[in-house]
T-cell receptor, first 115, second 112 residues
């Protein structure tokens, strides 16, 4: 079973719709992240959370919100989707303990298209 | 504002050749420099990482070279293979936190 799972894997929606992307992890990590990937722009951080009660904005948080429902779950919402939010979205987790210090483990991604 | 600049955007290499990808950073507080590899349809995965107390780190065919004074680091892939064809991202972070700042990515194609 995958350590970091994302649902849905693909989503097509219309402008103005609310959409939620979900991320779950079984790695027991405290830290979770949401990124978007666009060609030529790399991975850009949207939001991150260092524990259940800690939520922080990343580089490009406008138009997005998040919820950390539990240590293992971190959701990303687009309240009113717009076409320039069409992108590949990744969830990641990390831990500062042990041999995998600061290594981020990524989910398989969600391809979102906003028409 | 991109704090980590990566080049080239794309790279084509023949099998057996050397692939070189370069990154430059501005923030002198960065002290952890990983490279991630991403295959189509997959999330990125850590390939190799370096801290600035060493100038080079080698793992198999993959080597990171680090130049602290120039604020640059690079990934060298020796004896490149078609299976190395992927997108490579450099990144950087400060020890005090685990936020990674990624470069723009390099799409590597190794021709057979």
């Amino acid at each position: 079973d995958a350590d970091v799972t994302q649902t849905p894997r693909n989503r097509i929606t219309k402008t103005g719709k609310r959409i939620m992307l979900e991320c779950s992890q079984t790695k027991g990590h405290d830290r979770m992240y949401w990124y978007r990937q666009d060609p030529g722009l790399g991975l850009r951080l949207i939001y991150y959370s260092f524990d259940v009660k800690d939520i922080n904005k990343g580089e490009i948080s406008d138009g997005y919100s998040v919820s950390r429902q539990a240590q293992a779950k971190f959701s990303l919402s687009l309240e009113s989707a717009i076409p320039n939010q069409t992108a590949l979205y990744f969830c990641a987790t990390s831990d500062l303990r042990g041999a995998s210090y600061n290594e981020q483990f990524f989910g398989p991604g969600t391809r979102l298209t906003v028409l | 504002q991109q704090q980590v600049k990566q080049s080239p955007q794309s790279l084509i290499v023949q099998k057996g050749g050397i692939s070189i990808i370069n990154c430059a950073y501005e923030n002198t507080a960065f002290d952890y420099f990983p490279w991630y590899q991403q295959f189509p349809g997959k999330g990125p995965a850590l390939l190799i990482a370096i801290r600035p107390d060493v100038s080079e780190k080698k793992e198999g065919r993959f080597t990171i070279s680090f130049n602290k004074s120039a604020k640059q680091f690079s990934l060298h892939i020796m004896d490149s293979q078609p299976g190395d064809s992927a997108t490579y991202f450099c990144a950087a972070s400060e020890t005090s936190g685990s936020r990674l700042t990624f470069g723009e990515g390099t799409q590597l194609t190794v021709n057979p």
